[in-house]
């Protein structure tokens, strides 16, 4: 099955394309390396033995969409690409619905005039707000904080009325919870650019000594420690979820809806300890007031998932850890800049 990968040179698409040619599947990749570097694919072929086609290119190029889901006979399309920084989606909002909102539609149509109606969206459990209970399920209300959110929950409602007007269409969301970890041969990983907004890799350029300390953004939450909670799912068992939607519900009409996460919650506070451990190294960090826009606690209720698609996070938190810390250690600046 020939799958289109809008955005696998990422950090979630590039593991996914892994686990696709495992699976059997030939990935096609595009990508307008805004967020990503050309090395990433040096790094797949080391790991699977593996050319993947990538073509540079933007989801916004109805034009050049077309002509590359008609020349390679793709079946299906799993559509990572955007932009994902909260802090970032405050400052530069329209940049956000541009590439986030605008950057979907025209993947969509280009999709309708080349004859491909199998689509997996990433999208976020930012859509359920700040849910009014835990764990959390796909039938609860949702709600935007910030124009990240904001640009996830307009897709999935715009997907939502295309699939009604197309019911022949195959649609599917995918609301991630924390995606954390690395491959296990510590070749590919995340690579942020800049300042980390995120928990994971901010610990681990701490670990690495790439920056002193980490600010735990509030100890005075209704948590078990006082510090937030959230649902940490393994990049690969993240992956697999991506091959699970394939072969599940990728040829079935309809829209599909599914929470992926682990199901369990662990405070900031956990994951520096279990960081520690699985490091041999200290993290300092220092208590800092609240993040604007952070709820207290979040985890996924994924028995859906488990139920329709026979997928279930199997990943532990050592492993999560582990598999950072190799990525980080053996990669303390990230990818480099030239391919290898
Ligand atoms: P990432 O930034 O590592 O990967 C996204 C890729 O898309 C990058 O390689 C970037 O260069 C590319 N891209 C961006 N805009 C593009 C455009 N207009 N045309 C072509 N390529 C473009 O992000 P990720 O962590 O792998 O996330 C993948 C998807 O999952 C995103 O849509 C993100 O919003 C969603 N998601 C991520 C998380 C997370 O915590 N990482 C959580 C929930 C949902
Ligand atoms: N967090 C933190 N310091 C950081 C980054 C994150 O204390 O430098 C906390 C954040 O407040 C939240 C958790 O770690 O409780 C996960 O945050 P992240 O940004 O990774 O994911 P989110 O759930 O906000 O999307």
Not at 14 to 37: R, W
Not at 123 to 135: I, L
Not at 169 to 193: A, M
Request: net charge negative; charged share 20%.
């Amino acid at each position: 099955m020939k799958v289109l990968v809008t955005g696998g040179m990422g950090y979630i698409g590039s593991h996914t394309c892994i686990q696709m040619l495992a699976a059997g599947m030939t990935p096609i990749i595009i990508d307008n390396l805004y967020n990503s570097k050309p090395s990433v694919l040096g790094r797949i072929k080391e790991v699977t033995g593996v050319d993947v086609q990538f073509i540079e290119g933007d989801i916004r190029d109805k034009a050049f969409l077309t002509k590359v889901l008609k020349a390679n006979d793709i079946q299906s399309v799993i559509h990572f690409a955007g932009l994902k920084a909260v802090g970032e989606s405050v400052e530069k909002p329209l940049e956000y619905y541009d590439n986030n909102v605008h950057g979907t539609l025209v993947l969509v149509d280009a999709m309708r005039e080349a004859g491909v109606s199998s689509l997996i969206f990433s999208s976020s459990a930012t859509v359920y707000g700040d849910p009014a209970s835990v764990p959390i399920k796909e039938d609860f209300p949702t709600s935007a904080t910030n124009p990240y959110g904001r640009s996830k929950l307009i897709v999935e409602e715009c997907l939502t009325d295309f699939q009604h007007a197309n019911p022949d269409w195959s649609i599917t969301l995918l609301r991630y919870f924390n995606p954390v970890g690395s491959h296990p041969s510590g070749k590919l990983g995340e690579d942020p650019q800049g300042i980390p907004n995120n928990l994971m890799p901010f610990i681990a350029q701490v670990a690495v000594g790439r920056r002193e300390h980490l600010s735990i953004f509030g100890n005075d939450y209704p948590t078990i420690d006082g510090t937030g909670v959230r649902d940490y799912i393994h990049v690969m068992d993240l992956a697999d979820g991506h091959i699970a939607a394939l072969n599940g519900v990728g040829a079935k009409a309809g829209l599909h809806t599914y929470n992926l996460g682990a199901g369990k919650g662990y405070s900031v506070l956990e994951m520096v300890q279990a960081f520690e451990k699985a490091s041999g190294n200290p993290i300092a960090y220092q208590f800092a007031p609240r993040r604007a826009g952070d709820i207290a606690e979040c985890w996924a209720d994924s028995s859906k998932a488990e139920h329709d698609l026979g997928w279930k996070a199997t990943r532990t938190v050592d492993e999560m850890t582990q598999d950072t810390w190799r990525w980080q250690s053996h990669n303390p600046q990230g990818y480099p800049d030239e391919q290898a």
